[in-house]
Nanobody, 126 residues
Framework: VQLQASGGGLVQAGGSLRLSCAAS????????MGWFRQAPGKEREFVAA????????YYAASVKGRFTISRDNAKNTVYLQMNSLKAEDTGVYYC????????????????????WGQGTLVTVSS
């Protein structure tokens, strides 16, 4: 499985960006997908996840109400719409795929994801 993230860039605080993550796998619709981010000098942290069926979404408290995760299984792509961006949203954003069934519907743990994209840099200027 290969994941290719794109859409990062430089944006002013209060602005918006839309990240995309294209997967090269025929069984994309069976994977739970997640977005994580890593700020300079900090650990990678969970941002959002979407269940394989696209029926359920999950967010970190810091982005809830501002970010929206979605997926298009026909296009093998997951998206992260980011609105009302803040300087603290700055970091490298990674998409990840989780093959395993989860009763909760998702995981927020880095080590539970099986595949990772290369990351796309988001810089929010204040």
């Amino acid at each position: 499985v290969q994941l290719q993230a794109s859409g990062g860039g430089l944006v002013q605080a209060g602005g918006s960006l839309r990240l995309s993550c294209a997967a090269s796998v025929r069984t994309f619709s069976r994977y739970n997908m997640g977005w994580f981010r890593q700020a300079p000098g900090k650990e990678r942290e969970f941002v959002a996840a979407i269940k394989w069926s696209a029926g359920s979404t999950y967010y970190a408290a810091s982005v809830k109400g501002r970010f929206t995760i979605s997926r298009d299984n026909a296009k093998n792509t997951v998206y992260l719409q980011m609105n009302s961006l803040k300087a603290e949203d700055t970091g490298v954003y990674y998409c990840a795929a989780d093959w395993k069934y989860r009763s909760s519907g998702y995981s927020s743990r880095v080590y539970e994801y099986d595949y990772w994209g290369q990351g796309t840099l988001v810089t929010v200027s204040s």
